[in-house]
């Protein structure tokens, strides 16, 4: 029977899986804007709004009565079968935003599906061109695609392999830029160039003929702690990729939909990819949704040969989801809320770097509008990071859960196995006097918890 009084639950109490058997997970209660707040009264500053999904913020009424409405003319239909106006509207709206000549999208329900579709799309595309050799992705390390196995298989940390180790797919790699670590001496002006000289190393290496895509995310998620590329960066290996033939793919799951200032993230950074991936704050947490968008060229080649797509799940298409979708979408352009997240991006950009950056142990500051990445290392002179046993990031990210602050986490970063991240990316509907609070209380949450460790 369900307890009323309960505040927390912790394994092996109830019956949920539990992400982790070792913690107390407090009981959330309801949400308003960019707070949370739970059994106890206890409130939280959601300063990554979950896994950088809560775009619109928690308890958003104008999202949720839309959605109501569509619960109530029909929820669910699958898309081998019908279409909705939710669905057709959502796709116009969002291919209208898209980079060049991305005018066809399908929606589906989570980022790693969205990229799972993707990969297959590429796939299918290349063996009804008459070139099935071609069946190999170029990923980067560090980056992250997903969770499912083929999207696991293109994330780049090799510590999954621990345990997943045979059920993966061989992916080829390629370094992903980051600036605290790319050894260059100077990153802006010579790194566009650098990472390409080693993306066009391994399509020699590996056979041209032999690769169909090069996936990246515009802006690094949680692997690389909201690491921007290069100025120029994108215009060169998408160069490199046209030479050999090889299809571009952006996974804009964890960066898109305004995060970065720029609805997608590809524009800022002058990115026209063949195929794009959307997740998380697309329909801000109110319903599963992620799209993908493709060219329609493509998609004619696949109607002369085969006759179609040869993907689908059960809820490709759903209204129930696309409304969300649709509901965030206008909820954005009402709120001016890409024009929001960009300028008060700005404000947690220079209120993270003065407050943050002279403290022991933070190793670099970086990100783009409300999407920001902390490295915590031993020694700042040398980059030298902790080590892993000390699982610093989990100790720290437990001390600023119980002030009140919940943020996102990474390790392995640095060398596959050890490296500490903390990444920052709150609802984008977040005021600069709610970024100040939140970086107040995480730079003395920083201060406090290593001045305790020494």
């Known amino acids: 029977m369900r307890d009323e009084a309960r505040h927390t639950v912790r394994y092996p109490e109830g019956n949920v899986l539990l992400r982790n058997l070792a913690r107390d997970f407090p009981v959330v209660t309801h949400g308003q804007g960019v707070h949370l707040f739970d059994a106890s009264g206890k409130r939280y500053l959601d300063a990554s709004a979950g896994a950088l999904v809560a775009s619109v913020g928690h308890g958003n009424r104008e999202v949720a009565d839309r959605i109501h409405e ?59 061109r008459g070139q099935p050799q071609r069946g190999k992705v170029i990923a980067r390390v560090p980056g992250y695609h997903g969770n499912t196995l083929y999207a696991l298989s293109l994330s780049g940390r090799p510590h999954y392999k621990t345990f997943f180790g045979p059920l993966l797919a061989e992916v080829v790699t390629t370094p992903a830029p980051y600036p605290y670590r ?12 650098h990472y390409a000289r080693l993306l066009e190393e391994t399509i020699r290496r590996e056979g041209p003929d032999t690769i169909a895509a090069f996936i ?80 329609e060229e493509h998609l004619e080649e696949l109607r002369r040969g085969s006759g179609g797509f040869m993907h689908a799940q059960t809820y490709l298409q759903a209204p129930a989801m696309t409304a969300a979708g649709l509901a965030v979408l206008d909820y954005y352009e009402r709120h001016d809320l890409v024009a929001h997240a ?18 022991p142990h933070v190793g670099s500051v970086q990100g783009v509008g409300l999407m920001a990445g902390i490295e915590l290392v031993e020694d700042t002179a040398s980059k030298r ?21 919940v943020l996102w986490s990474n390790t392995g970063h640095a060398d596959g196995t050890n490296g ?17 609070e939140l970086v107040d209380t995480l730079a003395r949450g920083i201060h406090h918890f290593f001045q305790e460790a020494s």
């Open 420 to 436: 500490d991240l903390l990444m920052v990316g709150p609802p984008l509907v977040i005021t600069e006097a709610e970024v100040d």
């Open 342 to 359: 960009e300028r008060v991006g700005a404000h947690l950009q220079r209120r993270l770097r003065e407050a943050l950056g002279a403290l």
């Open 70 to 128: 569509q619960l109530l003319r029909v929820a669910y239909v699958n898309g081998t079968h019908f279409t909705t106006d939710v669905t057709e509207e959502l796709a116009a709206r969002l291919c209208a935003l898209a980079p060049q000549g991305l005018t066809r999208a399908a929606f589906l329900g989570s980022g790693s599906e969205a990229v799972e579709a993707a990969v297959k799309f590429v796939r299918q595309l290349w063996v009804e």
């Open 385 to 405: 990071p902790f080590p892993r046993a000390r699982k610093v990031i989990e100790r720290l990210l437990a001390a600023l859960f119980e002030r009140g602050l």
């Open 216 to 295: 990246a995310e515009p802006v690094i998620g949680s692997s690389a702690g909201a690491s921007p590329p290069p100025p120029g960066y994108f215009e060169r290996v998408s160069a490199v990729c046209r030479e050999y033939g090889i299809l571009t793919i952006a996974d804009e799951v964890m960066c898109g939909c305004g995060r970065t200032g720029r609805f997608f993230a590809s524009d800022l950074f002058h990115f026209t990819p063949d195929v794009l991936v959307l997740g998380k704050g697309i329909s801000g947490g109110y319903a599963p949704l992620s799209a993908l968008l493709i060219r």
């Open 182 to 193: 790319s050894g260059l001496e100077d990153y802006a002006q010579d790194g566009a160039e």
